[in-house]
């Protein structure tokens, strides 16, 4: 049985960093794209940051670059999301998936429909 398990959130002060994981079982996780993904209350799921599964490219949603990382270890079978900087608006539960259709992250994004092992999700909530 695959099981994604996000942790690693928490309540932090804005400007103050987070480290996200995303560990696997039951699948190799290093043939996957991964992806992580952020949904606030009353909004759509939207993706965040994406890590191809052999040559690392990634993409960044603008709202995040240059504040988050993404990074794996697939002897680990878990991938990281390093955020610092925390804004408000990065308030949102975090999730992690496997890209089902693709390996490679293409330039423009990552989306959510093409994701799926979805965890139960980790909170992060950034607020003085």
């Known amino acids: 049985q695959v099981q994604f398990v996000e942790s690693g959130g928490g309540l932090v002060q804005p400007g103050r960093s987070l480290t996200l994981s995303c560990a696997a079982s039951g699948l190799s996780l290093g043939y996957y794209a991964i992806g992580w993904f952020r949904q606030a209350p009353g909004k759509e799921r939207e993706a965040v940051s994406c890590?191809?599964?052999?040559?690392?490219?990634?993409y960044y949603a603008d709202s995040v670059k240059g504040r988050f990382t993404i990074s794996r270890d697939n002897a680990k079978n878990t991938v990281y999301l390093q955020m610092n900087g925390l804004k408000p608006e990065d308030t949102a539960v975090y999730y992690c998936?496997?890209?089902?259709?693709?390996?490679?992250?293409?330039?423009?994004?990552?989306?959510?429909?093409?994701?799926?092992?979805w965890g139960q999700g980790t909170q992060v909530t950034v607020s003085s």
């Open positions: 890590i191809s599964s052999s040559d690392l490219t990634t």
């Open positions: 998936g496997a890209n089902l259709l693709r390996r490679r992250v293409l330039a423009t994004g990552c989306a959510p429909h093409e994701h799926d092992y």
